[in-house]
C-alpha cells in the first residue's frame, strides 16, 4: 500500500489482509524539479494543484481566495488544473467579482521546469482534498520548504508529518482565516520529506519485501 492510510482502507473491507500489507510510499524524482527558472507569476501567490475531480474540491479553495482577497488583497492564487465547465468549481468561479477573478491564474499542461519555478515562487501550497491515498503535489511543495494549507483528512496528516496547517474541507471560511494568517517563510523540513520519499529509500524497501518473499517461498531462502 501506497500509504498506512491506505493500508487501514484495504484491512477494513479486507479483513483477511490484516499482518499482510506492508507500506511503501511512492518514490518521487525530486531532481526533475531541479533548476534555476524563475516563476513567471510577476506577485506572490498561493499554489495549488487541482484536477476538476470532485473530489480535489477546487470550490473551496476559490470560495475562500474570495474571502481572503476582499479582505487582504495582498496575494494571487495560482491553480494548476483546468476549470471545466458544468462543474462547481466554474459555477463558483464565474459568479466572482471581476476583481477578484483578475487575481487568479489557471495553468495546465506546463513542463517539469515550469512546474518547478512555480514551486520556488510560491508563497504557501494549498489542497483542499476531500480524499487521497496519499497526496503527492504535498509531498513535493513540502521538499521546496513550502508551508502548506491542507485539507485535515488522515493522508494529508500522514505525508505532511503533521507540520501543516489543517481545516475541514468544506470550511472555506477557516481555509481563508489560516490564509490570512499563517506566515511565509520557507520552512526546513525540506531535507526530511526528501529522504523519506527519495527513490533509493523506496527502492531499498521495495528489494527488502522482494527478498523476504523469495526467502519464504524458495527452499534454503536466498537473496535475489
Known amino acids: 500500500a501506497i500509504s498506512e492510510f491506505t493500508k487501514t482502507d ?4 479486507y479483513p483477511k489482509s490484516k499482518g499482510k500489507v506492508e507500506v511503501i510510499y511512492n518514490s518521487f524524482n525530486f531532481s526533475k524539479y531541479d533548476g534555476n527558472e524563475a516563476s513567471m507569476i510577476g506577485a506572490p501567490y498561493f499554489l495549488a494543484i487541482s484536477t476538476n475531480a470532485d ?44 476583481a ?31 480524499f487521497e491515498e496519499l497526496g503527492m503535489p504535498v509531498v513535493e511543495a513540502m521538499s521546496f520548504g513550502l508551508p502548506v494549507l491542507l485539507s485535515d483528512i488522515p493522508p494529508h496528516r500522514e505525508v505532511s ?35 523519506m520519499f527519495s527513490e ?12 523476504k518473499l523469495y526467502a519464504e517461498t524458495r527452499l534454503g531462502g536466498g537473496n535475489l
Not at 533509493?200 to 527478498?211: D, F, H, Q, R, W
Open 100 to 130: 477578484v477573478k483578475m487575481n487568479i491564474v489557471w495553468m495546465s499542461g506546463i513542463t517539469n521546469e515550469e512546474l518547478g519555478a512555480l514551486y520556488r515562487g510560491a508563497s504557501c501550497f494549498i489542497s483542499a482534498s476531500k
Open 10 to 13: 484495504v484491512e477494513h473491507y
Open 200 to 211: 533509493e529509500n523506496t527502492s531499498a524497501k521495495y528489494v527488502e519485501l522482494i527478498n
Open 55 to 98: 473530489y480535489k474540491n477546487q470550490k473551496t479553495i476559490l470560495k475562500a481566495f474570495q474571502k481572503y482577497y476582499e479582505e487582504e488583497g495582498k496575494k494571487k492564487l495560482v491553480i494548476v488544473g483546468k476549470l471545466n465547465d458544468g462543474t462547481e468549481a466554474y459555477s463558483v468561479y464565474h459568479s466572482m467579482p471581476a
Open 161 to 195: 508529518l503533521g507540520k501543516g496547517e489543517y481545516f475541514r474541507p468544506t470550511d472555506a471560511e477557516g481555509l481563508a482565516e489560516k490564509m490570512m494568517t499563517i506566515g511565509f517563510e520557507r520552512l526546513s523540513y525540506g531535507h526530511v520529506i526528501r529522504d
